[in-house]
């Protein structure tokens, strides 16, 4: 693939990717003058009569939209804007695989050259991220900041809400994190009950979230100490607001190792190996109330869509 199908005025180009298997179509709109109508959303990311994806990823320049003026003003490095949209074509402020898969998008495109280390900004809706690549091919996003929208007294309880899933009895307790986007976290007995969830229906959660959250369902797998220091590990399944179950979610992964952190007390790693039905990610707290997540981003195709 050399970069997006040439697209006759009519037609729309786009390249599809995906970040483990959390996938997406990509529009290059370097003018800035694509209207990017939910419509047109719903249409590229119908997995019948569309490309299909979970979500639909424009590049656009920062100075082009009305939430890039914080961004430039946050670092004018940011030249790039990633206006990301849900499924359902709603509106989303970040999407933690998608950053990765708009760097390489961006590297395609010649807009960008992380191969002798230097940094790409990306301008979102959550702010500034900051991407590198890996000698193996990964790419690392700084995350940002991210809290713990309960404050300390909902880490000490644990958990802060309630998330009632189809199939069960009652709902149980779970933990908000923010990360520029709003999720939810319950954690499972074992792999067998995260197996069985039905995830075909919305969890419901109480409170119920002003701007709709997503829940991420984990599975404490341990710790264990390598020569990279001591490390843990989660299993997760999720559930994105906009789109149903997916088999990854970036920025769902940091919550998911977040809130496994804090659960674990003081001492837990800072370091933490998600496995997601797409793949394997990983998600390291950074000194200063930062997170990063690091994993594999691929191009698949190029295409044109009428």
């Not at 229906?201 to 797998?221: C, D, I, K």
Request: glycine share 12%; charged share 25%; hydrophobic share 45%.
């Amino acid at each position: 693939m050399t970069g997006p199908a040439d697209a006759t005025p009519d037609e729309l180009g786009f390249v599809k990717g995906h970040g483990t298997r959390n996938d997406f179509v990509l529009v290059a709109d370097p003018d800035g003058r694509l209207d990017l109508t939910p419509d047109l959303v719903r249409r590229l990311a119908d997995r019948r009569s569309g490309v299909g994806a979970d979500g639909v990823i424009r590049l656009a320049p920062s100075s082009s939209l009305p939430e890039g003026e914080a961004v430039l003003a946050e670092d004018p490095a940011a030249v790039w804007f990633m206006d990301y949209r849900n499924a359902d074509g709603s509106v989303a402020e970040m999407c933690g695989n998608g950053v990765r898969v708009f760097a390489a998008f961006a590297e395609l495109l010649d807009l960008a050259d992380l191969a002798d280390g230097s940094t790409l900004a990306v301008g979102t809706r959550a702010g500034v991220k900051r991407v590198v690549r890996e000698p193996n091919g990964w790419y690392a996003v700084d995350m940002g900041p991210w809290t713990f929208p309960g404050g300390d007294d909902a880490v000490a309880r644990g958990a802060d809400a309630q998330v009632a899933v189809y199939g069960w009895r009652a709902a149980r307790p779970a933990l908000s994190v923010d990360l520029g986007n709003p999720h939810t976290v319950v954690a499972l007995a074992d792999a067998a009950e995260l197996d069985a969830l039905d995830l075909t229906v919305a969890p419901q959660v109480q409170p119920v979230p002003p701007h709709g959250t997503n829940v991420e369902l984990v599975v404490p797998l341990g710790e264990e100490d390598t020569s990279d220091g001591r490390v843990g590990r989660v299993r997760m399944r999720v559930f994105e607001r906009g789109v149903g179950e997916t088999e990854s979610c970036g920025t769902g992964t940091c919550a998911a190792a977040l809130a496994v952190r804090a659960w674990a007390g003081p001492g837990a790693p800072d370091t933490w190996f998600v496995d997601v039905p797409g793949g394997t990610l990983r998600v390291r707290a950074l000194p200063g109330g930062r997170v990063e997540l690091t994993g594999p981003a691929v191009l698949a195709y190029a295409g044109r869509f009428p």
